[in-house]
């Protein structure tokens, strides 16, 4: 059983940086496609980014196109995700999972701690 550990969440004013890392254990996630969801207060889990095994391919959210990068590290079992020009609609708790390459669903039902991104204006 695989387990999920997100990090690199914090407060940062509108404009600013950060970036998440996602940690597995338990399970090699080098042969999946993974990726990044986002939860609102108030709103459901939503899709963020997804990379496929490889590193080769990766897709976004429209609203975070061109603003973050999903890249990975299969030796380190990790995943990253690097958000720039941060808004503050990017506040959200953030989870990794693995991620269904086409639909974009999360592929695994248990989920980690996440992190908490929180952007201020």
């Known amino acids: 059983q695989v387990q999920l550990g997100e990090s690199g969440g914090g407060l940062v004013q509108a404009g600013g940086s950060l970036r998440l890392s996602c940690a597995a254990s338990g399970r090699t996630i080098s042969s999946y496609s993974m990726g990044w969801f986002r939860q609102a207060p108030g709103k459901e889990r939503a899709f963020v980014a997804v990379?496929?095994?490889?590193?080769?391919?990766?897709y976004y959210a429209d609203s975070v196109k061109g603003r973050f990068t999903i890249s990975r590290d299969n030796a380190k079992n990790a995943v990253y995700l690097q958000m720039n020009s941060l808004k503050p609609e990017d506040t959200a708790v953030y989870y990794c999972?693995?991620?269904?390459?086409?639909?974009?669903?999360?592929?695994?039902?248990?989920w980690g701690q996440g992190t908490q991104v929180t952007v201020t204006s």
């Open positions: 990379i496929s095994s490889s590193g080769s391919r990766s």
């Open positions: 999972n693995r991620v269904e390459l086409v639909s974009k669903r999360p592929m695994w039902n248990d």
